[in-house]
């Protein structure tokens, strides 16, 4: 069965890492391919919410976005349709993943939509807690990625890898933390950390449900650190469509 995760903490820091004690850690790059081999090959839409409360748990913004992915392809792609309540349009966000070179970007904004300078990654979408690199899971192709132990997250045995942008600077994180579940190559938590070492927003699966022989994420809470304020991605409805 093919279980996979679509689409980043300072308290768990104070929790030590441990060792792998059935043998030696896994190469952290072999790792994450394996991630991204478990990607669903078909294309796929998905019609989501995104929610975002306060530490109060005062609902504040809520956007819809339409999701369009096919990882499948011979250059991985995926598109990104960001609209308010009402549904009117607000930014489209285009990604592919060119083997062996840095990813593609295309960029529009506005209604109707122009085309516009690529937005930084790492910002805030309009106004919720999750940023460009949070909802295209863009580390998940970062290379040089090191496996750094063991945990356990919602029951499961995880290896824990750590990997930074190749490009560092003031407006990126510094470093992706992720718990990857090796039975499964289920993404189950990423933390991001800025340049000084702050954790600055945490992934975290909340739960997820079948389709077909896929296991997809249902929910998917994207906490900003050390606030309580967090975003909410709940998928409402997923469309597998034929290969061409």
Known sequence: MKLVMHIAAAVLLACAVSGSESGPLPDGDALMEQVRRALPEEPMRIDAELRTQNHRGEIIRVLNARIDLHWGADIPEAEYHIRDRFGVQRERFRISWPSGEDPEYEYAKGDPLQHAPVPGLFERIEGTEISWADL?????????????????????FCYVVDVSPADLTEDTYSRVRMWVDPETSLLLQ???????????????????????????????DVHRLPSRNKTTLRVRDLTVQNSR
């Open 136 to 156: 295209t899971l863009s580390f998940l192709w970062w290379q040089g990625a090191e496996t750094v132990g063991t945990d356990q997250r919602r029951g499961r």
């Open 190 to 220: 990423a933390d991001a950390f800025d340049v000084e070492g702050n954790a600055m927003r945490r992934l975290q699966v909340k739960s997820l449900r079948r389709i077909n022989d896929v296991w997809m994420v249902q929910d998917l």
